[in-house]
């Protein structure tokens, strides 16, 4: 783990973790996740931002939740030219999770540096407040193990079941249908998309992984796998709690 600046090359793997100061809630409603997620989306570039002020509301005219919502909001646009390939993310309500590669020298802290300016101001902005929202420079730690690689998406995936289910982290989970069946609801990370189920397909480059499990299928089987196994240990040294 490190919060020192360093110089990140062109194809660099990082799991990136931030969370809230004092781990106060970053999320407080549909909105604001949908908001993070289009971050992802649009300030994954080296071009300018645009719509910065964008608010996303459940009666908005612009359906945000369409999947391929992206697609259409960016027809006629130039092409993106992008920062960093977002190979897997999870948002929870007070910190998000991100696996990062680098397409340019320091890609990975360019992009960074505008997702969490352009959310605090967003964040402050909507709920007239002033100050740091999130608990100072972002954690990350460099992916080199080729071993451990694989595992990462299937644990940042598995995060959002320290809402219904804390133990997992414990290695005791009891119900392993119902904890999948959670996952398979929950809409904020990139697990449906790798699962075949179009949710945010636009934002996560997910060809590296779906190579490595080969395809949708190998992938939903090796998450159950994971979800009886809990075998944590194989991925200690890459996660940043």
Same mark, same amino acid.
């Given at each position: 783990?490190?919060?020192k600046?360093?110089?990140i /090359?062109?194809?660099?793997?990082?799991?990136?973790?931030?969370?809230?100061v004092?781990k106060?809630g970053?999320?407080?409603?549909?909105?604001?996740?949908?908001?993070?997620?289009?971050?992802l989306?649009?300030f994954?570039?080296?071009?300018?931002?645009?719509? !910065?002020?964008?608010?996303?509301?459940?009666n908005?005219n612009?359906?945000?939740?369409?999947?391929? *919502?992206f697609a259409?909001?960016?027809?006629? =646009?130039?092409?993106?030219?992008?920062? *960093?390939?977002?190979?897997?993310?999870?948002?929870?309500? /007070?910190?998000?999770h991100?696996?990062l590669k680098?397409?340019? =020298? /320091?890609?990975i802290?360019?992009? *960074?540096?505008?997702?969490n300016?352009?959310?605090?101001?967003?964040?402050?902005?909507?709920n007239?407040?002033?100050? +740091?929202?999130?608990?100072?420079?972002?954690?990350?730690? +460099?992916?080199?193990?080729? +071993?451990?690689?694989?595992y990462?998406p299937?644990?940042?995936?598995?995060?959002?079941?320290?809402?219904i289910?804390?133990?997992?982290?414990?290695?005791?989970?009891? /119900?392993?249908?119902?904890?999948?069946?959670?996952?398979?609801?929950?809409?904020?990370? !990139?697990?449906?998309?790798?699962a075949?189920?179009?949710?945010?397909p636009?934002?996560?480059?997910?060809?590296?992984?779906?190579?490595l499990?080969?395809?949708?299928?190998?992938?939903k089987?090796?998450?159950?796998?994971?979800?009886?196994?809990?075998?944590?240990?194989?991925? !200690?040294?890459?996660?940043?709690?």
């Amino acid at each position: 783990m490190s919060y020192k600046k360093r110089e990140i /090359n062109t194809g660099a793997i990082f799991h990136v973790l931030n969370r809230g100061v004092d781990k106060r809630g970053i999320f407080l409603n549909e909105g604001d996740y949908l908001r993070f997620v289009h971050n992802l989306f649009e300030f994954n570039n080296e071009g300018p931002i645009t719509n !910065s002020n964008y608010l996303f509301q459940k009666n908005s005219n612009d359906n945000f939740t369409d999947p391929i *919502v992206f697609a259409r909001r960016y027809i006629g =646009k130039k092409p993106r030219k992008l920062l *960093v390939d977002i190979l897997a993310f999870c948002l929870m309500p /007070n910190h998000y999770h991100l696996l990062l590669k680098s397409r340019m =020298k /320091n890609g990975i802290t360019k992009f *960074v540096k505008k997702l969490n300016m352009g959310y605090a101001r967003y964040f402050n902005e909507k709920n007239k407040r002033s100050g +740091a929202l999130f608990q100072g420079r972002y954690k990350s730690i +460099a992916v080199t193990n080729e +071993a451990y690689r694989i595992y990462l998406p299937y644990y940042i995936h598995l995060n959002p079941l320290d809402l219904i289910t804390p133990e997992w982290r414990e290695h005791s989970l009891k /119900n392993h249908e119902k904890a999948l069946g959670f996952l398979n609801k929950y809409r904020w990370s !990139s697990h449906l998309d790798y699962a075949g189920q179009k949710n945010f397909p636009s934002v996560t480059q997910r060809g590296l992984f779906l190579k490595l499990f080969s395809g949708p299928q190998e992938y939903k089987k090796g998450l159950e796998n994971w979800l009886k196994d809990l075998d944590i240990k194989n991925v !200690s040294s890459y996660t940043l709690e």
